[in-house]
């Protein structure tokens, strides 16, 4: 089993739509949860970070985790073609790791 | 403003060759990354560092060896380039390691022919 599994996608949804992302992690002793969005031919750059059990909302998105389920998700509400990316989940075992990254396309 | 800087967009190296891959950052941060980023596969680490002189495996660092000489700079080397490390290679650095943003590099994409 992979240490950070995620969709590889690619997910379709029409602009103004929730895109719903999800990632699930495979070791109870993870802290920290971070989303970073990837834009083709580009380096990753964070967009959330997530400790505490529950949501984070900052503006159009919000992380949810579930550290008993070993899930974490990301929500992009009234999505924008600019959302367009591979967004990768992160968790910080002893170092961090990487999900694989699901590829999100925005369709105006 | 935040920045890390590596040396090369783009690579194109033949097989047996010696490869150097340089990352500068200027924040002063204490720890620096070298990542490898495949298709299906996503980022793996192949060595980080927590200070000066320092230096620790990721998960794979077979083929590979670093030197972090000043806090700024963390070097990559390819021993002798096979054609299996073409890849996107990515460079980050962190204020700390547990649970802090890292912050990437442009990338370098190397081409072992």
């Known amino acids: 089993q992979k240490e950070v599994e995620q969709n590889s996608g690619p997910l379709s949804v029409p602009e103004g739509a929730i895109a719903s992302l999800n990632c699930t992690y495979s070791?109870?002793?993870?802290?920290?949860f971070f989303w970073y969005r990837q834009y083709s031919g580009k380096s990753p750059e964070l967009i959330m970070f997530?400790?505490?059990?529950g949501d984070k909302e900052d503006g159009r998105f919000t992380a949810q985790l579930n550290k008993a389920s070993q899930y974490v998700s990301l929500l992009i509400r009234d999505s924008q073609p600019s959302d367009s990316a591979t967004y990768l989940c992160?968790?910080?075992?002893?170092?961090?790791?990487f999900g694989a990254g699901t590829r999100l396309t925005v369709k105006p | 403003d935040v920045k890390v800087t590596q040396s090369s967009r783009y690579l194109v190296k033949r097989t047996g060759e010696k490869v150097f891959l340089e990352c500068v950052q200027d924040?002063?941060?204490?720890?620096m990354f070298w990542y490898r980023q495949d298709p299906g596969l996503g980022l793996r680490l192949i060595y980080f560092?927590?200070?000066?002189?320092?230096?620790e495996k990721g998960d794979i660092p077979e083929g590979y060896s670093v030197s972090r000489e000043k806090k700024e700079r963390f070097s990559l080397i390819l021993e002798s380039a096979s054609t299996n490390q073409t890849s996107m290679y990515l460079c980050?650095?962190?204020?700390?390691?547990?649970?802090?943003?890292?912050?990437f590099g442009p990338g370098t994409r190397l081409t072992v022919t």
């Open positions: 992160a968790v910080m075992i002893n170092d961090m790791r």
């Open positions: 980050a650095s962190s204020f700390s390691v547990g649970g802090e943003e890292q912050y």
């Open positions: 997530i400790y505490s059990n």
């Open positions: 560092s927590y200070d000066v002189k320092m230096k």
């Open positions: 924040m002063d941060h204490e720890n």
């Open positions: 070791d109870r002793g993870s802290q920290s």
